[in-house]
């Protein structure tokens, strides 16, 4: 959130931030989904190699109850449009790799979203600065 007031700092103009705010999401986006899909494979390679696959009762944590919720309710969308807000860009690629692996529209939602934020972030440091440093 505070990548745009940054920018602004050296006088960009509107569509110059919003150019620059997506160039470092669009990056950590497609950094990230690479990590993440060469980490989940890594992680079954190693872990889940050689062992005997048991029927064991799976536990369920308010953890995972939760994860399971939130993307039985709100899917790869939900996930897309809280990444640059509430998920930081590498937790949400992360889980939109992990849970949506074979979608061909994690990468162009995840983006739409980035530009989405990108876009409102410097609507409001831009245009309303006023109203929230007036009396300062």
Do not use: C
């Not at 790799?97 to 061909?104: A, E, L």
Request: aromatic share 20%.
């Amino acid at each position: 959130m505070t990548f745009p007031l940054v920018i602004m700092q050296f006088g960009f103009s509107f569509l110059e931030t919003v150019l620059w705010t997506n160039v470092g999401g669009l990056l950590g986006i497609y950094f990230f989904a690479y990590i993440s899909d060469w980490l989940i494979r890594w992680w079954r390679h190693t872990f889940r190699k050689n062992k005997p696959r048991k029927k064991e009762k799976k536990v369920f944590s308010g953890k995972t109850r939760r994860m399971v919720r939130i993307k039985q309710n709100y899917g790869l969308p939900g996930i897309a449009f809280t990444t640059p807000l509430l998920l930081s860009i590498p937790v949400g690629t992360f889980l939109a790799v992990r849970y949506y692996r074979t979608s061909k529209w994690k990468l162009p939602l995840l983006i739409a979203s980035n530009l989405l934020w990108s876009v409102l972030y410097t609507l409001f440091y831009m245009f309303w600065k006023d109203l929230l440093f007036k009396g300062a």
